[in-house]
């Protein structure tokens, strides 16, 4: 869900205050916890005062003692219940602001299946066909389920490896999901346009009867009995679940137990993290599409790095029951795709809440493909642009959508609100105790990653933050909130580089939907690509809006050579 190079900085620099529950939680287990002795000395407290900006005087010392020392044992209590990933951390974060309307009343959702689909001669670009392609295939009985299922999972098994993008083939589950599709097309029973279609999904996702490793050696072997929210969804919609994909372990980059995922463009680089495999495999044609999560840039970042189209929706658009918590108040689920109508034909199937997931919102989806840019309000954000040559692919972007009839206009996105700071400390802080006991067993050793930046040692110092500047951390973040509000949703779509300046810190904080994509190529042949901005649950004008801007330049349909084979 998050990329490594933003937690440089897990330092307190917020300031003070909140309710009891979290108080006595978080700051007397991260900070007074790792004293051994059951007695807390004067001399413990001023080095602890040191560590955070505090100055007490002798007296005021002398009063905490007694209290501090008999704090110990509750500690020992906590420890002791040895709280389990999937226990919810029941304080939800909420992206909705009062003045906010959640749009309520669904209308149908019509998507277009065309009808003069044929297989291709060469069958491996079949791999590159879009979803509603593949759809038209399946549904006028030109291929069938099972057949196209072997199709996909024989390109896993050739170039899985060559990528290191699988962690785990799903092939029975793929099988009978995909026999279950044919039997009900024979009877007449046609589920819509995921039915019969194959895709992967993230290796953080619990799917009953799969491995649900993380990514990581100490939960290598972890099986989970039950079927996530999101993988359920796309089960009733008829979907063929055929790999659980590589993440950068717990969710950090493109480095996992078995090695480097590698980008489809060029095999010698990485995929980008955390959603690497979902990314990699997509961009590859390995599946259809895939599942992935953001925390802080983990579907941005591999989307913009693969050329693929990843969705980042609204915070609490999807539900996270059956995922892997890494920070609860930043999670979000969201399709890699090959383009915006694919992405948008996932997301009608997977958004909404359960019960399990209380900070899971319903809303309505009403997408329709269809929308006039030249009455759209459009921004780009000047001070990330405007000093790239003409001839960069983010400059050219705005020639298009302006050829194409869009008025746009400029913004400054502010960079001095210490958005990457702020979301840094209050995910280190939720992650490590997501983490707890492995951080308290020291099985944390037995990860890949070791280096200073990476989660072990995150998760170590994020216990020393106070709980009272954790809490002031998330006052503040209500603060950006409501700062970002009439700059952000005054528009309905603004143009960035996906992560030039603070703009990826502060849209994760806010919860604001994106869409990355590509669009162009840079000098090195890797794909390049920008990012569109949408409203709080505007995801059906964001991807109408992306399907125009992605119908007049095609470069979505541009893929990686080495992955067409004519074998």
């Known amino acids: ?63 905490m003692l007694s209290i501090l020392s008999d704090k110990i044992k509750t500690y020992h209590y906590i420890h002791s219940a040895n709280l389990d990933n999937s226990v919810p951390f029941p304080l939800w974060f909420n992206p909705i602001l009062p003045e906010m309307n959640i749009p309520k009343k669904s209308l149908p959702v019509n998507f277009i299946i065309p009808d003069n689909i044929a297989l291709p001669k060469n069958i491996n670009e079949l ?38 993008c699988v962690i785990e083939l799903t092939e029975e589950i793929a099988m009978k999901q995909a026999k279950l599709a044919d039997e009900e097309m024979a009877k007449g029973i046609y589920r819509g346009p995921l039915h019969g279609i194959p895709y992967g999904i993230k290796d953080l996702f619990a799917v009953k009867g799969t491995h649900t490793t993380w990514g990581t050696p100490p939960y290598k072997n972890q099986i989970i009995d039950e079927t996530c929210f999101v993988a359920a969804q796309l089960e009733k919609a008829g979907a063929v679940l055929v790999a659980k994909l590589s993440l950068g372990e717990l969710a950090m980059d493109d480095i996992w137990f078995g090695g480097l995922t590698r980008n489809p463009w060029d095999t010698s680089k990485g995929s980008g993290g955390s959603s690497a495999g979902s990314a990699s495999a997509t961009a590859a044609g390995l599946v259809a599409f895939a599942i992935g999560t953001e925390t802080y840039g983990s579907i941005v970042d591999p989307s913009m790095r693969c050329g693929v189209t990843g969705l980042r929706p609204t915070y609490g658009s999807v539900a996270k029951t059956g995922a892997m918590a890494l920070a609860w108040s930043s999670d979000k689920i969201g399709p890699l795709c090959r383009s915006a109508e694919d992405a948008a034909i996932v997301f009608n199937y997977i958004h909404g809440a359960d019960s399990h997931d209380r900070s899971s919102i319903n809303f309505a989806f009403n997408y329709t493909g269809i929308i006039d840019i030249s009455k759209l309000k ?37 960079d001095n609100l210490h958005g990457d700071e702020i979301l840094s400390l209050i995910i280190g802080v939720e992650s490590a105790a997501a983490f707890d006991p492995l951080t308290r067993s020291d099985k944390d050793d037995e990860m890949v990653q070791q280096n200073k930046d990476r989660w072990p040692n995150t998760f170590r110092t994020s216990r020393f933050v106070p709980a009272v500047e954790y809490i002031n951390a998330c006052r503040l973040r209500y603060e950006i909130m409501k700062k970002m509000d009439p700059i952000i949703d005054a528009y309905d779509i603004i143009i960035t580089p996906p992560e030039v300046g603070d703009q990826l810190a502060i849209t994760n904080l806010t919860g604001n939907p994106s869409v990355t994509l590509p669009n162009g190529f840079d000098k090195n042949g890797m794909p390049a690509s920008i990012t569109f901005i949408g409203k709080h649950f505007g995801e059906a004008q964001l991807l ?9 330049t095609k470069f979505n349909l541009q893929h990686p050579l080495n992955f067409i084979s004519s074998e």
């Open 127 to 164: 791999a590159f066909y879009s979803i509603p392609q593949l759809a038209s295939l399946i549904k006028h009985k030109k291929i069938s389920s099972q057949q196209l299922t072997r199709f996909y999972l024989n390109r896993l098994k050739k170039y899985g490896p060559i990528l290191h």
């Open 544 to 552: 109408a809006f992306t399907k125009k801007y992605q119908e007049a």
């Open 378 to 414: 459009i921004a780009y954000i000047k001070n990330y642009i405007d000093s790239l040559p003409a001839s960069a692919t983010e400059k050219q972007t705005l020639v298009v959508l302006k050829k194409m009839g869009a008025q746009i206009k400029e913004i400054d996105f502010p």
């Open 1 to 63: 869900m998050l990329k490594n190079k933003f937690f440089s900085s897990l330092i307190f620099k917020t300031n003070s205050s909140m309710n009891k529950y979290l108080l006595f939680i978080v700051l007397s287990i991260n900070v007074l916890s790792s004293f051994s002795q059951e007695q807390v000395s004067v001399s413990q407290i001023i080095n602890t005062e040191k560590m955070f900006a505090l100055s007490f005087n002798e007296a005021k010392r002398d009063s």
